[in-house]
């Protein structure tokens, strides 16, 4: 089997230094990064850029159509069965709002869900992760995945960026 990407990890002693290694590696074009913390940072967050999800609009899609599907289902079963009560109109919304509310969560939970597992990128085969239980102590650490030509490079801008030490695996 042949070795076509690289992972490159550092490991570092001090955030300061992580944040600045995860600017200077986007800075010099990569995007394929994994950062290992001991605690949740939101100054790694930020250095990171991570786009926001998109699974939002797979709830917004899902609770929509299902408000859609509460409102047909019953408006045209009312106007299909009708039962007429004294003066009030065949199709009267308040009753319908219960049905209505339920369809909508149901449907926008399941969207959410098949959302979730789309966009969990499960599906992949995402190269095995090296993993250092230092990083759940007290290190961080920044993982870069990059072409052979470029393992050079990413040494060097993790050394520069204060690493204790830098590893390899090959993808």
């Known amino acids: 089997m042949m070795i076509k990407e690289q992972g490159v990890f550092g490991v570092f002693s001090y955030i300061d230094s992580t944040v600045q290694a995860i600017k200077r590696l986007r800075e010099a074009g990569y995007k394929n990064m994994r950062v290992f913390s001991p605690f949740p940072n939101h100054e790694i967050e930020e250095a990171m850029e991570n786009r926001e999800s998109i699974v939002r609009f797979f709830t917004l899609s899902g609770a929509t159509l299902g408000a859609l ?18 003066a009030k109109p065949v199709v009267s919304l308040p009753p319908y709002m219960i049905f209505v509310f339920e369809l909508t969560v149901l449907i926008g939970s399941l969207a959410t869900l098949l959302g979730l597992l789309i966009n969990s990128r499960l599906r992949r085969n995402v190269p095995r992760q090296i993993y250092d239980p230092r990083f759940s102590e007290d290190k961080f650490g920044v993982g870069v995945f990059c072409k052979i030509e470029d393992i050079k490079k990413v040494e060097e801008i993790l050394k520069l960026s204060g690493a204790d030490e830098v590893q390899f695996e090959g993808i």
């Open 69 to 86: 599907c509460g409102l047909t289902l019953t408006i045209l079963t009312t106007l299909d069965w009708s039962i007429r009560v004294s």
